[in-house]
C-alpha cells in the first residue's frame, strides 16, 4: 500500500494579511480618486493628443525662431481653423432650422385645407402641433432652459479652458518633460532602449493619426463641393459628418455620404444613383491609394481595431474620447511593433533550421518587420512573447 501524500497547505503570515489589505485599501482609493477626477484626467489626456498632433509644425518653426513664437503660432493658427470649421458648420444648421421653422408649419395648414387627410390634420390641430414642435426644438436641443444652457456652456468653456493651457504648456516644454522622463532610468542601456522605442512608437503614432486627420479633411472638402453641387441641405453639416466617419478605414467616406446621397436622391433618384458611384469611387482610391500610402510610412490599424476604439471611447468620454482611445490603440499598436522581434520565412521546401541560417536577402514591410523572400509566415509566438516580456 503506497504510503499517503502529504497535503500542502497554504500559510498567511501575519504581515503578509496587513500588506494583502493595505494594497486592498490603497486599490479602492486610486480608483475612487480616478473617478473623481474623471473629468481632470480627461483634460489631460486630451492636451497629451493635441500636443503630440502639433508638435513637429513647433519643432520646425523653432529652429528659425524662439520656441514660444513658434507655440503661439500654431496655437492661432490651430484655433483659427478650428473656429472657422465650427462656425460654417453651426451657420449651415442655423440657417436650415430656421428654413424648417418656416416651411413646416406651412406645409401643415397646406395639409389641413387640402388632400386626403385634410380632415384627420384638422381634428389633430396639426399646423399648432407643428409650430410648437419646431419652436420648443431649441430648447430641448440645447437640454433644458436658458439657465441650464448657460450653466452647459460655462462647463464647456473651462474645459476648453484648461485644455488648451495644458496644450500650452505641454508643447512649450515637451523636450524638457521627455527629457525628466527619460532620466528616471538609471540604466543607460535600458534608458536608450526605451528612448528608441518611445521615440519610435510616438513618431509613428501621431504620424498615422496626423495622415487620417488630413485625409478627413480631404475627404469633408469633397463632401462638402458634392452636397453644394447636388444642392442638399446644409451642406457644412453633411461634411462634417462625412470628415467624422472617414477616419473608419474601408467603410468610413461611404458610410458617411449616406445622408447626402439620400437627399439628393429625394430630388433626383439618377443623381442620388450617380453620387453613390461617385463616393464609392472615392472609397476605392482613397484605401488603395492614400490610406496605403500612409500605412506603409507609419503603423497598419484595421477597421475592425479603430471601430471597436472608436466606439469604446464615444461610450466613456464622448466624441473626444473616441477620437483619444483611438489615438491610444494606435500608440499601442506602434509600441508593439516597435518591441517584438524580426520574424523571418524560410525559403519554401527548405528546412527550418537551414533556412533560419541562411543570410538570404530580406525586405522591410511597411511595419517595420522583416520578411523572406517568399513573404510572411507564422509566427512563433512563443519566442515573441517572452522576447517581448524581456524587453518590457
Do not use: C
Request: proline share 6%; aromatic share 6%.
Amino acid at each position: 500500500m503506497a504510503p499517503p501524500q502529504p497535503r500542502e497547505r497554504l500559510r498567511i503570515s501575519p504581515r503578509s494579511a496587513v500588506v494583502a489589505v493595505a494594497l486592498f485599501g490603497l486599490t479602492l482609493f486610486v480608483m475612487r480618486v480616478a473617478a473623481a477626477s474623471e473629468r481632470v484626467i480627461g483634460w489631460v489626456f486630451a492636451a497629451l493628443a493635441i500636443t503630440g498632433l502639433l508638435h513637429p509644425y513647433v519643432a520646425v518653426l523653432a529652429k528659425r525662431v524662439p520656441r514660444g513664437i513658434a507655440v503661439l503660432v500654431v496655437a492661432v493658427v490651430a484655433v483659427g481653423s478650428t473656429t472657422m470649421i465650427t462656425y460654417a458648420m453651426v451657420d449651415g444648421i442655423v440657417s436650415e432650422y430656421h428654413e424648417v421653422q418656416r416651411a413646416a408649419p406651412a406645409r401643415a395648414a397646406q395639409l389641413e385645407q387640402t388632400g386626403r387627410f385634410a380632415t384627420l390634420a384638422r381634428d389633430a390641430h396639426l399646423a399648432e402641433r407643428v409650430k410648437r414642435f419646431v419652436d420648443e426644438a431649441p430648447l430641448r436641443l440645447q437640454g433644458g432652459d436658458a439657465a441650464a444652457a448657460l450653466r452647459a456652456a460655462a462647463t464647456r468653456g473651462v474645459a476648453f479652458l484648461a485644455t488648451g493651457i495644458l496644450s500650452l504648456f505641454f508643447l512649450l516644454d515637451a523636450p524638457s518633460i521627455g527629457r525628466a522622463a527619460l532620466n528616471q532610468v538609471h540604466t543607460p542601456s535600458r534608458r536608450a532602449q526605451l528612448e528608441r522605442v518611445t521615440t519610435a512608437a510616438i513618431r509613428r503614432a501621431f504620424g498615422y493619426a496626423r495622415g487620417t486627420l488630413a485625409m478627413a479633411l480631404l475627404a469633408g472638402l469633397v463632401a462638402w463641393a458634392v452636397a453644394a453641387w447636388a444642392e442638399a441641405p446644409g451642406p457644412a453639416p453633411l461634411a462634417l459628418w462625412v470628415a467624422l466617419w472617414d477616419i473608419v478605414p474601408l467603410v468610413g467616406a461611404v458610410i458617411g455620404a449616406i445622408p447626402i446621397v439620400a437627399l439628393a436622391a429625394i430630388d433626383s433618384p439618377r443623381r442620388g444613383v450617380e453620387l453613390s458611384v461617385f463616393f464609392l469611387a472615392y472609397q476605392a482610391v482613397e484605401w488603395l491609394v492614400l490610406q496605403r500610402w500612409i500605412e506603409r510610412r507609419t503603423v497598419r490599424l484595421g477597421p475592425f481595431a479603430t471601430i471597436v476604439a472608436a466606439f469604446a471611447g464615444l461610450e466613456l468620454y464622448g466624441v473626444g474620447g473616441a477620437l483619444i482611445m483611438l489615438l491610444a490603440v494606435v500608440l499601442a499598436v506602434a509600441a508593439m511593433d516597435e518591441l517584438l522581434p524580426p520574424l523571418t520565412a524560410p525559403a519554401a521546401g527548405a528546412p527550418a533550421a537551414a533556412a533560419a541560417s541562411a543570410p538570404g536577402p530580406s525586405a522591410a514591410r511597411p511595419n517595420g518587420l522583416e520578411v523572406g523572400p517568399v513573404g510572411v509566415v507564422e509566427v512563433d509566438r512563443r519566442r515573441a512573447v517572452e522576447h517581448l516580456a524581456d524587453e518590457i
